[in-house]
């Protein structure tokens, strides 16, 4: 029997975004992106970012089910973020999902940001015509703005973090360094377009944590080393242009370097069927490259070490970047799961905010 759909709200940061998914499939992906609010800021300003989700929620709903043309008397369910995310723009989320439910007698299911980015490569566009075969265990690689963690997959639902990062995640630390440049908020995806026409050698940028062996990761010294080298340069006269290509090239490779590097070590400690790449730095091909280069090296060591048992790691990323930022339709892919798992939640009072759930808890 096919998957009945459900309607997936998320408003855990700066984007209203409801999407309606039915299994694993995508009928619709609708993101009310709040970028051009918060530039000017350079940051996230979360009583900005709640009036805006309070504007975008309800056209935002709206359109997901239209482009899904389906009416709420089709629906299973309502799934929202519950957590983990800024308080004040959760709340209208939950607060939303909570009232359509009321209104349609539907049941509710809270769904943790992270695990969604976790398993947003499960998402499959609503031609696809095969249920996704999972070769467990899983470690999954979540990259964001606001996190960065290595998390063990043995089911879904069943999460250990591995690791994770000491302080900044890796897309604030490349946000960070791209507002040295000047580079506009956010600016990972500037700094990939610039570091395409850089080299990535010119700045001798550290590799953090090589002497410390758990996977915890740490990008402050890479935004202090940048800080410093960029005063220094600029202490004599501007950056060129070809400059700042070559400081995002390096920039840009330290931050990954750094993740690869933790990978290697935790992939020679631990067995992995599948390695999967989430959350809003996935989007980035050079970081999809160093990964998979990564995985080759790991498993061409592994045959010459004679373990000749470790075999293709699947690699697997969302099928669209819309699917990498954030979005609703991941939070459709968890609570399709959960909905078969009956873990569905009949009264929105009792739904409250978690602005810090960890995935493992
Ligand atoms: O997942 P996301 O949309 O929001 C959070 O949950 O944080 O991630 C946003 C982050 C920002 O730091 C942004 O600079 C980064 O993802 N990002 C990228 C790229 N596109 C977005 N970083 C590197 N390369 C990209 N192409
Ligand atoms: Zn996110």
Not at 213 to 220: M, Q, T
Not at 294 to 316: P, T
């Amino acid at each position: 029997m096919p998957d009945k759909p459900i309607l997936a709200i998320d408003t855990s940061c700066d984007d209203t975004s409801a999407a309606v998914v039915a299994g694993t499939k995508v009928l619709s992906n609708v993101i009310a992106s709040q970028t051009q609010l918060h530039k000017q800021y350079g940051g996230v300003f979360p009583t900005v970012a709640k009036q805006a989700h309070l504007e975008n929620i309800n056209p935002t709903i709206a359109a997901a089910l239209k482009k899904a043309r389906l009416n709420p008397e089709d629906l299973a369910a309502v799934a929202v973020t519950v957590g983990p995310g800024l308080a004040p723009a959760l709340e209208i989320g939950i607060n939303s999902a909570a009232q359509f439910a009321e209104e349609n007698s539907l049941p509710l299911i809270a769904v943790n940001h992270i695990e969604a980015h976790a398993l947003s490569v499960l998402a499959e566009r609503k031609t696809a015509d095969s249920e996704p075969t999972i070769n467990f265990p899983v470690l999954a690689i979540i990259v964001s703005g606001g996190h960065t963690e290595f998390v063990q997959i043995k089911d879904i639902g069943d999460y250990k973090i591995l690791g994770s990062t000491l302080d900044d995640a890796a897309g604030e630390c490349l946000d960070k360094i791209g507002r040295m440049l000047n580079l506009g908020y956010p600016a990972g995806a500037t700094i990939e377009k610039f570091a395409k026409l850089g080299d990535p050698k010119a700045f001798d940028f550290p590799l953090p944590l090589t002497q410390i062996k758990d996977y915890n990761l740490s990008f402050s010294g890479l935004k202090t080393y940048a800080r410093n080298k960029l005063e220094e340069i600029t202490g004599q006269k501007p950056l060129t242009k070809q400059e700042t290509y070559d400081f995002c090239a390096s920039a840009q490779n330290a931050v990954f370097r750094h993740i690869t590097y933790k990978l290697n070590k935790i992939l020679e400690n631990e067995q992995f069927g599948e390695v999967w790449l989430g959350g809003g730095v996935a989007a980035n091909s050079q970081l999809r490259k160093m990964i998979r280069t990564e995985l080759k090296a790991f498993e061409k060591s592994q045959h010459k070490k004679g373990r000749n048992e470790v075999k293709n790691i699947r690699f697997r990323i969302p099928y669209d970047h819309r699917l990498c930022m954030d979005n609703a339709a991941m939070i459709g892919v968890v609570a399709g799961f959960k909905y078969k798992r009956g873990q569905l939640v009949q009264n929105g009072e009792t739904l409250d905010r978690q602005p810090r759930w960890k995935i493992d808890n």
